[in-house]
């Protein structure tokens, strides 16, 4: 691939896209967040109230009206046949708001999700699970990380998974699984471990798909994010006793799990950075406003101290972090996934840390209230916090990038 061909640019196409999907961001859904969050505080917190689901089922309707859905699809029979790059441009419009992805059929972890059924699931199973999802009309969760090992080495995964006759048996516990407290959540693609030790590493594990409510499984509780439960999504402790399955719902077949997760986390992983530098665009855009609009010492705060540096810093390592997510974005477009693993890894470093930065200084800029309910400052630094962890922590990812880096000068296996 010559790097001399890279088109990072927007297609009349993708603009009159992008438009349309800021349009709807900013106009239709923004206006209705803060009832529907309100509303989460009424009555139980994981179910949905009427309102809440008439705010959100209201919000598609009106997506799907105007031809704004499932932009993830690569084909352009169902979906627009977007490439990765194409898509990072709505993506970033979509994460200006709490519900911005799920409006679009675009969310964490569905999006991931619906590829892995389309790329790897036979006929019964994409009808059963992916048709609905496609729709719009249930929700699902990934299920890899355990409570009892390092789950960022992936090849520590436990849960195990024995063959008895037509079925899987599962046993073992999974948290931090995420979209599973909502009532709507009704599939799970499980990680776990098929092989024995004497497997090679990488071929000791498989995916299984696991309706929500097979016999056996019990949410024992939700995990909170700095003492918020991110109800109804919720990021569930899951307990697996002799939990039943057709053997026909493992993917692609035993040991390769590992395929597939390479698979289904690189379009996640640049999605979410994506996002991110749409999120680092609203902290941006608030803090600015803030800055001119109050004054203290007789000034506006824009004036004050080092907030001059502070907002130019603010927009420069945006303007950095879209173009290496680009370029992240264009590597994956190329088809070779090895190529592209350093870029997914230095963006899924460098977007969250970035957008983090900046959101923090925005709170700052706001005062006692930015760390309050009444700006969605708050939130948004909580969930980009943890967007170091979830897909891989960044010292992995840094790893990754200096594994690469070091590879061209040694032969040695750096570890
Ligand atoms: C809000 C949230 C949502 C999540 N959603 C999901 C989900 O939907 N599904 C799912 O399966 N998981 C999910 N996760 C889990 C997430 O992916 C894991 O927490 C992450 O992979 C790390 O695994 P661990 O927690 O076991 O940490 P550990 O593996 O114990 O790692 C802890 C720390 O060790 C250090 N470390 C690890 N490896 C290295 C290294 N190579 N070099 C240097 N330091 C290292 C890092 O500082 C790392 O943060 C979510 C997590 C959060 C917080």
Redesign the pocket.
């Known amino acids: 691939m010559s790097e001399a061909a890279m088109d990072l640019g927007l297609s009349p196409r993708v603009t009159e896209l992008r438009e349309k999907v800021a349009d709807m961001v900013q106009n239709e859904v923004l206006p209705l967040e803060e009832e529907f969050l309100a509303e989460v505080a009424k009555g139980d917190r994981w179910t949905y109230t009427p309102r809440m689901s008439e705010i959100l089922e209201g919000l598609k309707a009106e997506a799907r009206k105007r031809g704004l859905w499932n932009f993830w699809l690569t084909d352009s029979e169902r979906g627009y046949g977007l490439s990765t790059v194409e898509y990072a441009y709505l993506a970033e419009e979509m994460g200006k708001a709490h519900l911005g992805a799920e409006t679009f059929n675009c969310s964490a972890?569905d999006t991931g999700n619906m590829e892995v059924f389309e790329r790897y699931a036979n006929d019964e199973l994409k009808e059963k699970w992916l048709k609905p999802l496609l729709e719009g009309e249930i929700r699902s969760?990934?299920?890899?990380?355990e409570p009892d090992?390092?789950?960022?080495?992936a090849t520590n995964i436990a849960m195990s998974c024995v063959r008895d006759g037509d079925d899987y048996v599962l046993n073992g516990e999974?948290w931090?699984?995420?979209?599973a407290g909502d009532p709507r959540c009704k599939i799970y693609i499980v990680m776990v471990k098929t092989g024995d030790d004497d497997t090679p590493r990488h071929q000791q594990h498989s995916m299984i798909v696991v309706p929500a409510d097979t016999p056996g499984i019990e949410v024992l509780r939700a995990m909170q994010?700095y003492s918020m439960d991110d109800a109804p999504h919720g990021?569930m402790h899951i307990r697996f006793k002799d939990v039943r399955v057709p053997a026909s719902n493992l993917l692609l077949g035993e040991g390769r799990g590992f395929e597939i997760s390479q698979g289904r986390l690189g379009p996640g992983r640049i999605h979410h950075c994506m996002r991110a530098i749409g999120q680092a665009e609203q902290a941006l855009k608030l803090m600015c406003k803030r800055s001119v609009q109050r004054e203290a010492f007789g000034k506006p705060l824009a004036r004050l101290g080092a907030n001059f540096d502070i907002i130019a810093e603010a927009r420069m390592e945006i303007e950095q972090a879209r173009l290496l997510c680009l370029k992240a974005a264009w590597m994956m477009d190329q088809g070779d996934p090895r190529a592209a693993a350093p870029w997914i890894s230095m963006i899924k470093v460098v977007a969250p840390n970035m957008a983090l930065k900046v959101t923090d200084e925005a709170v700052q800029m706001h005062g006692g209230a930015g760390v309050s309910q009444d700006t969605p400052l708050a939130r948004q630094w909580m969930h980009l916090r943890?967007l170091r962890?979830?897909?891989?922590?960044d010292?992995?990812h840094r790893?990754q990038v200096a594994r690469k880096e070091l590879k061209q000068y040694t032969q040695q296996n750096m570890g």
């Open positions: 972890p969760a990934y299920l890899m990380t090992v390092a789950s960022s080495d999974k931090w699984s995420s979209g994010v990021h943890t962890l979830a897909d891989g922590p010292a992995v790893r």
